[in-house]
């Protein structure tokens, strides 16, 4: 049985080295609040606020390292409420997309483009793949048991010997399929 | 091919008559905004508080007529934001559910129960469900082909020559499958 760890991502963000420098200062450095599942990856312990035009998120936590763009992951029900429209994609892919003001204490930067909701994949480290058969890019169905159980659709596998076994899916995703952060799910095909 | 209406449920609230009166006052009468998709249901023009331990909801839609339960029914999402840990249950099945504090222009009431998520669920139409051989309290599948595709599981059929077809799902449930509402489910067994 291909059992899959599930982490639940909150909104958070993506900022690439000049966005640090305008919105925390010249030669600021993220600092690291805890490690990620991804090797590498951490929460910051700086936020930022994102304002849209109908709503406003005061605590955005920030996803470092830094990035060579700068990228807004929000459920739909976050998008609603900042009053933006933004597409499913998966994480890099923001041609596009809406972009949205971001205040630092330093300052502000007004992206254009960056917004995202985020497709639901799985990070499987190379060695997983091969075990499974499962390619970089492909398709998967995901069912989770809970008490409000589901099959994910359309689940893309990404695949590299950075990553470390983890699926990952949004606020929404995971309130409607009554999941919490370790809970597990089984790749159906 | 057996497809289904979708019909997407903010938060909203159920009231039995003498909480409509503690809460707008003696001989008050529910005005009709809109009518909803199962006869005789409406949307009423008045709106409560609901506060919770973390949070509180200005305007949580008032769904008439009055009923012989009050309960109030959030997404996963609310709850987090109330600060109340309400359990996936069908309408009406409430014994042992958190309460809350309701809130009307004229008096409050504390509930001691009736927060509930909402377990999805199809309402038919006798005949509707005759022709498809489908029993009331049997759980159906239900897919949806959107952006964000899934397949529900454990939904609810409720048969009665009351109802007219249509299937419910909470905001978390559509926005984690990229549905609004009039978006068409098939069920798949």
Same mark, same amino acid.
């Given at each position: 049985m291909k059992q899959i760890p599930i982490g639940i991502s909150a909104r958070h963000i993506h900022l690439k080295p000049e966005h640090i420098t305008r919105l925390f200062g010249e030669g600021y450095e993220l600092t690291v609040l805890k490690d990620l /599942?991804?090797?590498?990856?951490f929460a910051a312990g700086e936020t930022v606020a994102v304002v849209g035009p109908k709503g406003r998120f005061d605590k955005v936590r920030i996803l470092g390292p830094a990035r060579n763009i700068s990228q807004l992951e929000i459920s739909r029900t976050d998008a609603f409420a900042l009053g933006v429209n933004p597409p499913v994609r998966e /994480?890099?892919?923001?041609?596009g997309t809406p972009g949205i003001k971001i205040v630092g204490p330093k300052g502000e930067v007004e992206l254009e483009e960056g917004v995202i909701v985020a497709a639901r994949h799985i990070h499987f480290h190379t060695e997983d793949a091969k075990k499974w058969g499962i390619e970089d890019k492909q398709r998967l169905r995901v069912r989770v048991e809970t008490d409000r159980p589901v099959i994910f659709e359309d689940v893309i596998a990404r695949v590299s010997d950075q990553f470390a076994l983890d699926m990952h899916i949004d606020t929404d995703e995971g309130n409607a399929a009554g999941l919490k952060t370790g809970d597990v799910g089984i790749i159906v095909d």
């Open positions: /599942s991804q090797p590498g990856q /994480s890099g892919n923001i041609e």
